[in-house]
Nanobody
Framework: QGQLVESGGGSVQVGGSLRLSCAAS???????MAWFRQAPGKERERVAT?????????IYADTVKGRFTISRDSAKNSVYLQMNSLKPEDTAMYYC?????????????????WGQGTQVTVSS
């Protein structure tokens, strides 16, 4: 049984930075990892995705492009989300997701494996 464990959430002021981490364990094979977020009363938003099986192929939502960076450490089966220039609208529960998708196309919604989430709160 695989597991995804997120860490690194917290409270920060506008303009600040946070780094989220997600460690995967117990999976036979994954080639895609992603960060999603969901704020109260809003739909889940795909924040960033990365191919962990080969090419980097990081893709970002327009709302975070230029401020957030997704990266991976294949040796540790981990993915990270560096969040800079945070805004109040970035406040949400952030979830790590992972899966093995044929062809390695990762920028999609139908991930089957999810972490428990970590809260990010940005205050002005």
């Amino acid at each position: 049984q695989g597991q995804l464990v997120e860490s690194g959430g917290g409270s920060v002021q506008v303009g600040g930075s946070l780094r989220l981490s997600c460690a995967a364990s117990g999976y036979t094979y994954i080639n895609c990892m992603a960060w999603f977020r969901q704020a109260p009363g809003k739909e889940r938003e795909r924040v960033a995705t990365i191919n962990t099986g080969g090419g980097i192929n990081a893709i970002y939502a327009d709302t975070v492009k230029g401020r957030f960076t997704i990266s991976r450490d294949s040796a540790k089966n981990s993915v990270y989300l560096q969040m800079n220039s945070l805004k109040p609208e970035d406040t949400a529960m952030y979830y790590c997701a992972a899966d093995a998708f044929a062809g390695g196309y990762c920028h999609r919604q139908d991930y089957r494996n999810w972490g428990q989430g970590t809260q990010v709160t940005v205050s002005s």
